[in-house]
T-cell receptor, first 114, second 113 residues
Framework: DTAVSQTPKYLVTQMGNDKSIKCEQN?????MYWYKQDSKKFLKIMFS???????INETVPNRFSPKSPDKAHLNLHINSLELGDSAVYFC?????????????FGPGTRLTVL | DQQVKQNSPSLSVQEGRISILNCDYT??????FLWYKKYPAEGPTFLIS?????DKNEDGRFTVFLNKSAKHLSLHIVPSQPGDSAVYFC????????????FGSGTQLTVLP
């Protein structure tokens, strides 16, 4: 009964490759996010989708492209991977109903670019 | 520029005592604040939140205090337990369609048995 799941948990790849990280939530939430935790442990917003539409795109290289096939999924595609892309990527989701703005996070995907 | 700051990277407390974790923010537009707990190799887990219209919210052993004039919030854990040892992140959001979270850098809490 995992609420927010991500695959894979670990991803090791060579520079220049293209890779994808998948995220699924079974909470019925309307809004989903991608965050990046860098080497200094800061968690920073990358993208936000609401009902399959992009509503936030922070200053992220256009090598990163989110794709939302439906409300329950938000995948992250990364082209031409660079060493600096190594980080932990977290997916999160939130309900638009009510007045609480709690986001629920997935377990994270540790990406290592060699 | 960090809009949410946690100035203590670590805190050690004896089991049974109170743990107080602090967080400061600079953006007066923030109107909702949350605390998350994170264990290694796991995602952040929601602990407790508070709206800017309140100054206190309590949930079991966890209480969050908000001082809007000082732009400061704190998380109190009483009594502290060894299982509380984790990294605690403060986060804030602004009213709007996205409600993305702006996180502090985290405080590593260690509860000593």
């Amino acid at each position: 009964d995992t609420a927010v799941s991500q695959t894979p948990k670990y991803l090791v790849t060579q520079m220049g490759n293209d890779k994808s990280i998948k995220c699924e939530q079974n909470l019925g939430h309307d809004t989903m996010y991608w965050y990046k935790q860098d080497s200094k442990k800061f968690l920073k917003i990358m993208f936000s989708y609401n009902n399959k539409e992009l509503i936030i795109n922070e200053t992220v290289p256009n090598r990163f492209s989110p794709k939302s096939p439906d409300k329950a999924h938000l995948n992250l595609h990364i082209n031409s991977l660079e060493l600096g892309d190594s980080a932990v990527y977290f997916c999160a989701s939130r309900s638009e109903r009510g007045t609480t703005y709690t986001q629920y996070f997935g377990p994270g995907t540790r990406l290592t670019v060699l | 520029d960090q809009q949410v700051k946690q100035n203590s990277p670590s805190l050690s407390v004896q089991e049974g005592r109170i743990s107080i974790l602090n967080c400061d923010y600079t953006n007066s537009m923030f109107d909702y604040f949350l605390w998350y707990k994170k264990y290694p190799a796991e995602g952040p887990t929601f602990l407790i939140s508070i709206s800017s219209i309140k100054d206190k919210n309590e949930d079991g052993r966890f209480t969050v205090f908000l001082n809007k004039s000082a732009k400061h919030l704190s998380l109190h854990i009483v009594p502290s337990q060894p299982g509380d040892s984790a990294v605690y992140f403060c986060a804030a959001s602004i009213s709007g369609s996205a409600r993305q979270l702006t996180f502090g850098s985290g405080t590593q809490l260690t509860v000593l048995p």
